[in-house]
């Protein structure tokens, strides 16, 4: 069948593109709600400026032929990585070294990190000489790797965005037939990250024993949960409406990390749904790219970004509303922070670009994967 009459495809990319459209304006309009009383506009115009950069950034991926998405792959990890050491020499901005400050504006290079680490493991799983199954190729090789993206976001420190990238990573190598044994090992590598991180850092302690006993440190570092969690009861089911919040005044940075109790706050549990529905949404549009992608390259690559982005948006969501510890981690298109929502546009256009790929476009890396069992829709033969 032509990719030109593959209506799944074709719808996937639509809704995709028209999701991300919708958060980003919501985004937009939530960050407007919440800053515009304490701030004045420059964090609007800042967050304007980034969405119109990300928007520029993934239009020229969409254009680019798909050929040099896979050629900049080597350019853009060895970049990242080169980031992520400079950050490390920049003053701490509350306790952590995360930023770089270009032409007055703070970028995070963990961000790129994460499109760039996945753009390597994406091309070396569609390497048909690689040899998955193998101790080396499922291990070693994957290992040096992740290792210096990781190893150097993990000491900024940065343990939240560590762990989840380290996840999508492994989801990429077991997408690419990495066996049983290796994702037994990257599941304990995974643990033992979270672990040591948390024992050799006293702040996380503190954040672990907040989230344990949030009732007991309500007044001192668990304050910002706590508050987070009476917005969201304020909610109830409909939510006290638009720009009617009375709990952004005490949820410290709410324009960050916990924007989200502010939207369960202001448009209750059928606006919570609503927005969850949005990120199932582009799930399930990332998923149907990647199925369909015309190379191994495109599937593995699409595979990771979708489980990254949706993955982010989960554990935002659990912790603001108390289900897991504060991880740091902000809420796709919708939290405050200019680096994130760029890259983050980036990543959808890399999903434009590998779901438009023609098969007349090669050369390719890998033959096309079965992601999942394909499925006969009305229309489609």
């Known amino acids: 069948m032509s990719r030109d009459h593959d209506r799944p495809l074709h719808r996937a990319l639509r809704t ?27 964090v609007l115009q800042t967050q304007v400026l980034a969405l119109a950069l990300g928007i520029g950034g993934a239009t020229l991926v969409v254009l680019m032929p798909y050929e040099r998405l896979k050629q900049l ?10 980031l992520l050491v400079a950050v490390l020499f920049e003053k701490p901005i509350n306790g952590a070294r995360r930023w770089i400050s270009l032409a007055g504006f703070r970028f995070q290079p963990s961000d790129l990190a994460k499109l760039a680490l996945l753009m390597a493991l994406a091309r070396y ?15 070693l090789y994957p290992a040096l790797l992740i290792g210096p993206v990781a190893g150097l976001i993990v000491i900024e420190p940065d343990l ?26 990257g599941g304990l590598a995974v643990l033992l990250i979270g672990g040591a991180g948390i024992k050799f850092s006293s702040m996380r302690i503190e954040r672990l024993y907040s989230w344990l006993h949030l009732e007991e440190t309500k007044e001192e570092i668990g304050y ?32 960050n990390d916990f924007i989200f109790a502010i939207v369960a706050e202001e448009y209750g549990l059928a606006g919570t749904l609503a927005l969850m529905s949005a990120y199932v949404v582009l799930l399930w549009s990332g998923i149907t790219v990647a199925r369909r992608a015309v190379d191994r390259y495109g599937t593995l690559l699409a595979t990771g970004i979708t489980f990254l982005l949706a ?26 922070g200019g680096s994130s929502l760029m890259m983050t546009c980036l990543m959808v256009g890399v999903l434009l670009r590998i779901g438009r790929t023609r098969p007349d476009e090669g050369p390719f890396y890998g033959e096309p994967m079965s992601l999942f069992p394909e499925t006969t829709e009305a229309g489609e033969a």
């Open 73 to 82: 792959t080597p350019l853009a990890y060895g970049v990242a990585v080169a």
């Open 16 to 42: 995709l593109l028209v999701v991300t459209v919708l958060l980003a304006a919501f985004g937009l309009v939530m960050l407007y709600d919440v800053v515009d009383a304490w701030s004045g506009l420059s």
């Open 125 to 139: 799983g569609a390497s048909p000489s690689v040899r998955i199954t193998s101790a080396r190729g499922g291990l």
């Open 160 to 185: 939240g965005s560590t762990v989840l990238l380290v996840m999508a990573a492994i989801v990429v190598l077991i997408v690419a037939g990495l066996p049983r044994r290796w994702i037994l090992v």
């Open 311 to 336: 993955g982010q948006a989960l554990c935002n969501m659990a912790v603001v509303s108390g289900a897991l510890p504060n991880k740091g981690l902000t809420l796709p298109f919708i939290s405050q």
């Open 224 to 255: 910002q949960a706590w508050q987070a969690r009476i917005a969201i009861a304020s909610g109830g089911l409909t939510g006290v409406g638009f720009s009617r919040s009375t709990q952004w005044r005490f949820i410290p940075e709410c324009e």
